[in-house]
């Protein structure tokens, strides 16, 4: 029988209404002749409830009982779905993640999956059972510990069940309708797309469009899984939401998909830097051991400067304003020990990033000056330039982003299908 | 090393303070040399609320889920104990029932233990683990799916580890700091006991003193397992509680231990019953298949009645007041059948039920004529008498209770040590 992976998150199972919902679903799924893997996470607010009071207990927790405690949210909830399945007929039993068993690393708190053996599950669809409730987020390492996978951790269970199972598609049930050209909150242009390809979904994940975990991401890519977002809230049917395909599935030539951005962004830029061989390594090290999350880096033409009888440069780059203080810290102690050297260092705060994401910019010329001049024609002044394959992205002033936004998404005339 | 096994009930580690609280008495036995096994309840009203669930989602639940949802809550406590035990420097971790495997039967909401293998945890304990805390209530099956044990399960669990791991003593902290001779709110003269048999903590439990669950009171009594009963809230040493032991570890000669109660009785006469071989079978078996927990039973002389050309007779018993209405109904059933005859169902529901209880009387004559004669004093008129090798059960008026059981422990001095 073919096979559907469905995934719902905390807000779509947050109390029993909503889980009978979910369970609506899953047994239309059924009745369309799918066998079905679901995969549940905590009902809303109960895994922050555990957190807390492990933080409350030991600050420095041993993760390993972390793992036990947290974890157990998601029982609950495949315990509930799977009764629920059975109030409407649907033969449905749940598993936690050792019953599976989902063998993990040993890294509590952040595991990894090992193998999903796939015998267990089969046996009971051999039985004649229809739906395997699972309780995302979790394993169980070698020692036979409860792990958890961290962040997003149900999302990546569910596209590692659709692996190893071979599952027709892994919907993703959450709480908006799929993925859109850009923030409808900035414009109300903003158009939802029907697909869109897995190294685009990537760029917009990271970019900040917090729909799907980029790590779910990342692992639907290398297994091919074809991914759909879909709103639990919605009445959903083969057409729901977006699907997150390989490229090759993407018939319609569109050059840009998406228009991305992220608020609050800091420019620092360190002057009058010595030039040498090695000195991109010298600061951008203790910046990430420091956890500064750089993102654009540009690097001016180096000069001889007055005063200086070695070639110097100035080095600019841009990450979270949240992390500034720690990379003036960092810096400031790099040139403390004299591993770098440099005449000062000056921050702008105010900054944004947008960026324009689309596999078509590989084959299409002229994406980035129809940026700019889009950009140029509304005034918006660019302080720094990244471009990468499928993306370029510019840093401005954080008062023009939504302005910025909304010229990208009409200059690249977003709001027309196709 | 030597070991204990320590149970906190739910009201015990109701909260984080609690849980710290309890996991400080833990830490004094372990600095006085004791290994110990800890057993942990649910957080008070957690069980509830996913019992709460459970019922909501699907009245006619299936055993197996339900076991899967309401066993997390002992999960949750057992981690939170470990982490509190670790914050103080004892070495510690949590075990859930399938860690350890704590092996049942299949019978899910009931299930009994098969066998609790001892190597993994005496494997941690001989890396220097000195605690182990075990999350209460539950197990798992041969087919690999969470049971659990049903009411007082974590008592259970708690005697059962005892038992399999040779533990020096079995310590019940709970919300009272012993078992006493009578309850204190009836008479403030009622005693706390150092000591009680398990025999007579058998009749004492059955008879309404709700601190400890039969089962693991017969568990302890099969395998020895001295069980001492304590307040989590007091400040405890090696003297605290009382101790639950064999009648050999009972030097003091006492004829009553203690006085007990069950206030809500119905007494229920079948009036002129045709008295025949298998008569008592043909009324008591459709009772117990109704769920009826017939307690005290007489049966009158058996006489040629007027009108009657076979012996007839009248049959009493009595039941808690709540299932009089399903003990007629099973009644009337079994007339309607042909299965019994008889001419009436006289129903008395004031009725209370007081027993004096200990394992002297076995050699001690007169106790029986010593309880009615202090009940004759206070005019308290007996309905029915009921007695065993260590008890004497008297039905009467439920108005005379407070009055019959003052005037027992009066009769017996049990306000006086010895």
Known sequence: MPLLVMKFGGTSVADLERIRNAAQKV???????????VIVSAMSGKTNELVGWVNETSPLYDAREYDAVVSSGENVTAGLMALTLQEMDVPARSWQGW????????????????DIPRANLDAKFAEGFRVAVIAGFQGVSAEGRITTLGRGGSDTTAVAFAAAFGAERCDIYTDVDGIYTT???????????DRISFEEMLELASLGAKVLQTRSVELAMRYKVRLRVLSSFDETDEMSG???C???????????SGVAYSREEAKLTLVTVEDRPGIAAAIFGPLAEAGVNVDMIVQNISEKAQGHDRPVTDMTFSCPVEQVARARKALEAARDTGAIRYDGLEVDEDAAKVSVVGIGMRSHAGVAARMFSALAE??????VIATSEIKISVLIDRKYMELAVQ?????FDLDKTG
Chains 1, 2 share one sequence.
């Open 27 to 37: 047994r239309a799924e059924v009745a369309r002749g799918y066998d079905v893997i």
């Open 99 to 114: 019953q599976v068993p989902i063998q993990t690393t040993s890294a509590h708190g952040a595991a990894r999956f090992v």
């Open 183 to 193: 923030d409808p909150r900035i414009t109300s242009k903003a158009r939802k797309l």
């Open 242 to 244: 977006t699907l997150v």
């Open 246 to 256: 390989d490229e090759d599935e993407i018939m319609e030539s569109r050059v840009v």
């Open 378 to 383: 509304e005034g918006v002044n660019i302080k």
């Open 407 to 411: 010229a990208l998404h009409d200059a």
